[in-house]
């Protein structure tokens, strides 16, 4: 739970959204399964990137994460 706190003290959108993203099949520990409203909370967050090719390529890594975590 620890890491998990301290990825909300970032305070930079890009590395708090990869770390967020790397442990988003880490709270099936915590959690029964994860939420949907993590992933969809993350998808607003990328709206912030001002960098288009950023932000393709972190949307493609949340279609990944999300693609392995719920195949439906």
């Known amino acids: 739970m620890n890491w998990f706190l301290k990825s ?4 930079e959108v890009l590395p708090r959204i990869y770390l967020e993203l790397a442990l988003v099949s880490c709270h099936r520990f915590i959690q029964k399964r994860v939420q949907m409203s993590d992933l969809l909370r993350l ?17 493609a890594y949340l279609a990944r994460v999300g693609h392995s975590i719920d195949p439906n």
């Open 8 to 11: 909300a003290c970032i305070r």
């Open 43 to 59: 998808s607003k967050m990328i709206r912030g990137i001002a960098e288009p090719l950023c932000a393709a390529y972190t949307c």
